[in-house]
């Protein structure tokens, strides 16, 4: 069964302390890995997509990486603008279409 | 552009009324999707449509009904609903040859 780990929980950071969110991930033949970010009562809204080991992709302040086991979210210097929760969800060869959402995390960035 | 629409924003309805959801999406997508959330949890699959046709169905009570008329719309029937039922009900698309799912803003749905 594929599964889906992120940590931390929550993380509270002061504008301009950089930190780093984990997701950790077992599945069967990964087919893609994707973050979104999503603010309290609305849709989350697509970051980036990962498909391979290695691979890195960057926006703005964020910088997603991506090992066989695990994917990290880097925040750069955050502002109390990127305050949301974080979701990592990751996509298995063979099931098409159906993403498996690790619990995320809820960042707080204070002034 | 990749908007997905939703309507209604809100919605409260009784245990024995009838209401629907609509999602439309513009981007030439042929995957369809609603999805569950309840408060600090993550989105839970409901259904899949594919190309205009049902391809998952995650064991979703016969109270939610979807319908995809078209490649760009996808309702959401709901029927004699429980309070259990209260959560903000999301709507994405993809295009099947790169899977990533954008998501509409979502309907939060409260029944009394």
């Known amino acids: 069964e594929d599964q889906v780990t992120q940590s931390p929980e929550a993380l509270r950071l002061q504008e301009g302390e950089s930190s780093s969110l984990n997701c950790s991930y077992t599945v069967s033949g990964l087919r893609g890995l994707f973050w979104y970010r999503q603010d309290p009562g609305k849709g989350p809204e697509f970051l980036f997509t990962?498909?391979?080991a290695g691979e890195e992709k960057e926006k703005e302040r964020l910088k997603a990486t991506l090992t066989k086991k695990e994917s990290f979210l880097h925040i750069t210097a955050p502002k109390p603008e990127d305050s949301a929760t974080y979701l990592c969800a990751v996509q298995a060869g063979g099931t098409a279409s159906k993403l498996t959402f690790g619990t995320g995390t809820r960042l707080q960035v204070t002034l | 552009d990749t908007e997905v629409t939703q309507t209604p924003k809100h919605l409260v309805m009784g245990m024995t009324n009838k209401k629907s959801l609509k999602c439309e999406q513009h981007m030439g997508h042929r995957a369809m999707y609603w999805y569950k959330q309840k408060a600090k949890k993550p989105p839970e699959l409901m259904f899949v449509?594919?190309?205009?046709?049902?391809?998952i169905n995650e064991s979703v009570p016969s109270r939610f009904s979807p319908e995809c008329p078209n490649s760009s719309l996808l309702n959401l029937h709901l029927h004699a609903l429980q309070p259990e039922d209260s959560a903000l009900y999301l709507c994405a698309s993809s295009h099947p040859a790169q899977e990533t799912q954008y998501f509409g803003p979502g309907t939060r749905l409260l029944v009394l």
């Open positions: 449509y594919s190309y205009e046709k049902l391809s």
């Open positions: 990962l498909y391979s």
